[in-house]
C-alpha cells in the first residue's frame, strides 16, 4: 500500500498519514512562534517536522486555499506551502493540492460544507478529531486515495 501524508496547512496544521501497512494516524501540529522567536522558525518547525513524518511517504496532498480572510492567515499559508514544496521538490516527493471546496463536496456533498460539518462527517467514518484541521486532512486523505484508485482501475 501506499504511503500518503495529507496537510491542511496552517499555524494548526492538520495531519492524516496513510501508512505502507495501511493504517492511519492523524492529529494536529501547532507553528505558532514562541514570544521571542522570528517568524520564519515557524517555517523551520515546519521543515523539521516533515523530515521527521515523510520517511517512507510516496505522495503529499495539501489542502489548496484560494481565499484568505486575513492578511496573517494568507502569509502564513503562503510561508507553509512554500515550504512544503521546497521540501517535496528537494526529497522527490510528488505532491499536489487540492482545493477546499473539492474537499468539503467529498466529505459531506456540500461544497461549502462548516467546520463543525467537516467534523461530524470524519466522526461518522469512525475517527476521533481533536479539531477541523485534522478532520479536513482526513478528508484529504480520504479524497487522494479514492481519486487515485479510480485511476488505478481505469489504467487495468
Given at each position: 500500500m501506499k504511503s500518503v501524508l495529507a496537510l491542511?496547512?496552517?499555524?494548526?496544521?492538520?495531519?492524516?498519514?496513510?501508512?505502507?501497512?495501511?493504517?492511519?494516524?492523524?492529529?494536529?501540529?501547532?507553528?505558532?512562534?514562541?514570544?521571542?522567536?522570528?517568524?520564519?522558525?515557524?517555517?523551520?518547525?515546519?521543515?523539521?517536522?516533515?523530515?521527521?513524518?515523510?520517511?517512507?511517504?510516496?505522495?503529499?496532498?495539501?489542502?489548496?486555499?484560494?481565499?484568505?480572510?486575513?492578511?496573517?492567515?494568507?502569509?502564513?499559508?503562503?510561508?507553509?506551502?512554500?515550504?512544503?514544496?521546497?521540501?517535496?521538490e528537494d526529497s522527490k516527493i510528488p505532491y499536489e493540492g487540492v482545493g477546499v471546496g473539492t474537499i468539503k463536496k467529498f466529505a459531506t456533498g456540500a461544497g461549502n460544507a462548516s467546520k463543525d460539518e467537516m467534523i461530524a462527517a470524519a466522526n461518522a467514518l469512525g475517527y476521533n478529531p481533536e479539531d477541523d484541521n485534522a478532520a479536513d486532512a482526513l478528508h484529504l486523505l480520504g479524497y487522494v486515495e479514492s481519486v487515485n484508485s479510480v485511476l488505478k482501475n481505469n489504467l487495468k
Open positions: 491542511d496547512l496552517g499555524t494548526n496544521c492538520g495531519w492524516a498519514l496513510r501508512h505502507t501497512a495501511g493504517n492511519i494516524s492523524y492529529g494536529t501540529k501547532s507553528f505558532k512562534v514562541g514570544k521571542y522567536e522570528g517568524a520564519g522558525m515557524r517555517y523551520l518547525k515546519f521543515q523539521q517536522w516533515l523530515a521527521l513524518v515523510t520517511e517512507g511517504v510516496e505522495h503529499i496532498a495539501y489542502e489548496a486555499v484560494r481565499r484568505h480572510i486575513g492578511t496573517d492567515a494568507a502569509h502564513c499559508y503562503g510561508g507553509l506551502m512554500a515550504t512544503l514544496t521546497a521540501f517535496c
